[in-house]
C-alpha cells in the first residue's frame, strides 16, 4: 500500500518563510509528476505547482517568484519551500503524485494524495 505523508505546516507571520516535505512509501516502483495543491475555505482545491520526474516544473501565478518546488527522487520526497507568504496562502496543503506500484501484469500507476497540512499565515 502507498501512502504519502506531508509535514511542515503552521503558523506563520506575513512575509515568512515555511517548507513542506511529502514523503511516499510502499512498494513504488516509480513515481511520475509530483505535485501540490492547496484549499482555503469556502473555495475549490488549487494546483500550487508540479514537477516531473526530470526536474521541470511550473507554478500558478499567484505564487510564481515566491515558491519553490523540488523533489529527492532517491527519498521519494516533494518539498515546497514558500517565502514571503501572505494572509491568501492560508489553506490547507495537499501532496499529490502519479505513483507506479509493481502488479503481476507490469506496473499500474495512479494518482495518491496526502493527508494535508494546514499553513495559516497571520499576524
Known amino acids: 500500500q502507498v501512502q504519502l505523508v506531508e509535514s511542515g505546516g503552521g503558523l506563520v507571520q506575513p512575509g515568512g518563510s515555511l517548507r513542506l516535505s511529502c514523503a511516499a512509501s510502499g512498494s513504488i516502483r516509480n513515481i511520475n509528476n509530483m505535485a501540490w495543491y492547496r484549499q482555503a475555505p469556502g473555495k475549490q482545491r488549487e494546483l500550487v505547482a508540479v514537477i516531473t520526474s526530470g526536474g521541470s516544473t511550473k507554478y500558478a501565478d499567484s505564487v510564481k517568484g515566491r515558491f519553490a518546488i523540488s523533489r529527492d527522487n532517491s527519498k521519494n520526497t516533494v518539498y515546497l519551500q514558500m517565502n514571503s507568504l501572505k494572509a491568501d496562502d492560508t489553506a490547507v496543503y495537499y501532496c499529490?503524485?502519479?505513483?507506479?506500484?509493481?502488479?503481476?501484469?507490469?506496473?499500474?500507476?495512479?494518482?495518491?494524495w496526502g493527508q494535508g497540512t494546514q499553513v495559516t499565515v497571520s499576524s
Open positions: 499529490n503524485a502519479d505513483i507506479g506500484v509493481t502488479s503481476g501484469l507490469g506496473t499500474n500507476y495512479r494518482v495518491y
